[in-house]
Structure formats: structure tokens, C-alpha cells
């Protein structure tokens, strides 16, 4: 096989599992997405907050995790309802093989759409750099992703997936932003381009990389226990 069919390959893979992930329902949560990042860079600036790169960073951070919950929590279901569930399962290493690819594609989709969002802030907000603005904002989503993937594999329901978790995102933020969580480190809302002005600027940055390893390996965790959850096959066929 030549390198072009090779590549014409992949790219009908990637397709298709792109339509059964999304199911033509994607294209609603893009829109609610882009409605929010709107609604909120205009409240933001209205309200006449201090534009940042701390206050770009919060306006989007929301919008990217909504972008991968659709794929991530009823991605399960949509296989179940194209009835290839079971043809799935007959794959060696079906969780390895299929599912680990999948959450790449949606992630590598839902950066690209993080730095168009990003370079719309650059021209309508703040000179961020969009490459390395949704870069850092794929922590938190690849976190909450990965979490919203072990839902769906837990519950086997992509609207009780989908509510669980909001709810467990609406939880963060809220311990986030009554300050319960005195250690920054532990802070999972915690924003990498919003420094504190009484830490110092060395104690901060070591603050900021012990929470990027701690969200790191709970998204690890997350994404190993939804994979091994797969495996327990009679509990999807049955």
C-alpha cells in the first residue's frame, strides 16, 4: 500500500469515526459554545473588567470543556445506537484500539477549535498567543473529558454521563470560587496566566507545576479506570 492510500486510509477512519461520535449532533454544542465565549468576553467587557491574559483564559475555559463532553459522555451510546457495539467488542484490545483513538481525535479537534476561539479574543479582546492559550486550556478539558469518558462507562447512559458531569464541573468551580480549597495546588479552577500578587513569582511557579502534574495524573487515572471499565463486556451487551 502506498504512502497516499495509506493516508486516504486514515483519513476515512478518522471520518467515520468522527460521524458516530458526533452523530450530526456536534455541530449544536459548537454553537452553544461559541454563544457562551461570546456572551461571556461581552459580559466580561461590559462589567469593564482589566483585559488580560488570566481574563481570556476564564472566558474560555468553560466553552472548551462543553466542547468535549457531547463526544466524550455519548460516545458509548451512539456506538450502542449504530448497533456496531457488539462488532466493537469482537476487536482485540477493542478499549486500546478504538476508544484510546477516538478520545485523541476529539482532543486534537477540540484544540484546533480552542485556538480559533482564541485567535477571536486576540482580535476582539487581548493580544494572546492562540497556539499556547488552548494549549493550556486543554489541561482542565482533557481532565474533564477523561472524567465525562469514566462516567459513561460507569453509568452506560450518555444523559446521566452528561449530567454527572456538570454537576462535578459546577462542584469545581463553586469550591474554586468560595475558596475552600486553600492550597493552590489542589485548586483545579486554579488560571496559569493569573498570579497572585502576594506570592512570590518563584513560590507561584512552583505552585503551578505540583497542580499541572496532580491534573495530569488524575487525568491518567480517569482515562486507565474508563478503559478497563470496557472490558467488562456482558455489562454493555446485556
Not at 444523559?159 to 454537576?167: G, I, K, Q, R
Request: charge should be positive; proline fraction near 3%.
Amino acid at each position: 500500500m502506498s504512502a497516499l492510500d495509506t493516508v486516504k486510509s486514515f483519513g476515512k477512519l478518522c471520518g467515520y469515526n468522527m460521524r458516530i461520535i458526533f452523530s450530526g449532533k456536534f455541530i449544536w454544542f459548537l454553537l452553544v459554545g461559541l454563544v457562551l465565549f461570546f456572551f461571556l468576553m461581552f459580559a466580561a467587557a461590559s462589567r469593564g473588567t482589566e483585559l488580560s491574559h488570566g481574563m481570556v483564559y476564564n472566558q474560555l475555559v468553560i466553552p472548551g470543556i462543553l466542547l468535549v463532553f457531547y463526544p466524550a459522555c455519548f460516545g458509548i451510546q451512539n456506538d450502542a445506537d449504530h448497533r456496531i457495539l457488539e462488532l466493537l467488542f469482537g476487536i482485540p484490545n477493542y478499549m486500546y484500539k478504538v476508544w484510546l483513538f477516538r478520545l485523541v481525535m476529539i482532543y486534537v479537534e477540540v484544540y484546533l477549535i480552542l485556538v480559533v476561539y482564541a485567535f477571536l479574543a486576540r482580535i476582539l479582546l487581548y493580544p494572546v498567543q492562540p497556539f499556547s492559550m488552548a494549549l493550556n486550556l486543554m489541561l482542565p478539558v482533557i481532565l474533564f473529558g477523561n472524567l465525562a469518558f469514566l462516567y459513561s462507562t460507569l453509568i452506560r447512559n450518555g444523559n446521566a454521563a452528561a449530567v454527572m458531569s456538570v454537576l462535578t464541573v459546577i462542584l469545581v468551580l463553586v469550591l474554586g470560587n468560595i475558596q475552600l480549597v486553600e492550597n493552590k495546588v489542589w485548586d483545579l479552577t486554579i488560571n496559569p496566566y493569573d498570579e497572585p500578587e502576594n506570592i512570590n513569582a518563584a513560590i507561584w511557579s512552583v505552585i503551578l507545576l505540583k497542580n499541572r502534574i496532580l491534573m495530569i495524573v488524575a487525568a491518567i487515572v480517569f482515562l486507565m479506570s474508563g478503559l478497563l471499565g470496557l472490558q467488562n463486556r456482558g455489562k454493555f451487551l446485556g
